[in-house]
T-cell receptor
Framework: QQQVKQSPQSLIVQKGGISIINCAYENTAFDYFPWYQQFPGKGPALLIAIRPDVSEKKEGRFTISFNKSAKQFSLHIMDSQPGDSATYFCAASIKTGANNLFFGTGTRLTVIP | DAGITQSPRHKVTETGTPVTLRCHQTENHRYMYWYRQDPGHGLRLIHYSYGVKDTDKGEVSDGYSVSRSKTEDFLLTLESATSSQTSVYFC?????????????FGNGTRLTVT
């Protein structure tokens, strides 16, 4: 059973546009929500993360919006650039043991110049 | 890459042969993880370790074993490789003891089983 559901599977955006990736979860015990960015040939790298006590976190052009009541969170990339083309994974974590991080299935973003 | 080295980076092997992948970290981090990445499935946990000789299974552990005889090395073994194990394998470490801290990944091993 997929603990974190991510959509869309792929996304094509024009340069300068807004990229939006959505994730949903069921387990209300999750208390940490990181996003990872992965370029071809590389491992995933932490991009930005949020805890459920805030509704939004912004770092440069990247924003996480968090809706606790709907159990949904999303990544917004403003002014998308070709260099943002990568695969993005959302994840959710619960502080109960070493095996505590659950990933979405990933979104391949392509930003067209 | 937070001092993580995976080897080899690429490997082609035949069905039925054993294969061992190595993850080496340069610092004494407690938690280490092996994931596989496949299209449409994202990252799936194979095995993880919370200390020397302390390991446990993840969600896709069948056909895999691990060993951690020293802090810096975490080995993943495919006992008898099958074509379904063709994948990209990532090692990850947790840099702090905070279980809500992020994972840091190596650059992966691309394994092809023919």
């Amino acid at each position: 059973q997929q603990q974190v559901k991510q959509s869309p599977q792929s996304l094509i955006v024009q340069k300068g546009g807004i990229s939006i990736i959505n994730c949903a979860y069921e387990n209300t015990a999750f208390d940490y929500f990181p996003w990872y960015q992965q370029f071809p040939g590389k491992g995933p790298a932490l991009l930005i993360a949020i805890r459920p006590d805030v509704s939004e976190k912004k770092e440069g052009r990247f924003t996480i919006s968090f809706n606790k009541s709907a159990k949904q969170f999303s990544l917004h990339i403003m002014d998308s650039q070709p260099g943002d083309s990568a695969t993005y994974f959302c994840a959710a974590s619960i502080k109960t043991g070493a095996n505590n991080l659950f990933f979405g299935t990933g979104t391949r973003l392509t930003v067209i110049p | 890459d937070a001092g993580i080295t995976q080897s080899p980076r690429h490997k082609v092997t035949e069905t039925g042969t054993p294969v061992t992948l190595r993850c080496h970290q340069t610092e004494n981090h407690r938690y280490m993880y092996w994931y596989r990445q496949d299209p449409g499935h994202g990252l799936r946990l194979i095995h993880y370790s919370y200390g020397v000789k302390d390991t446990d299974k993840g969600e896709v552990s069948d056909g895999y074993s691990v060993s951690r005889s020293k802090t810096e090395d975490f080995l993943l073994t495919l006992e008898s490789a099958t074509s379904s194990q063709t994948s990209v394998y990532f090692c990850a470490i947790r840099l702090t003891r905070d279980l809500n801290s992020p994972l840091h990944f190596g650059n992966g091993t691309r394994l092809t089983v023919t």
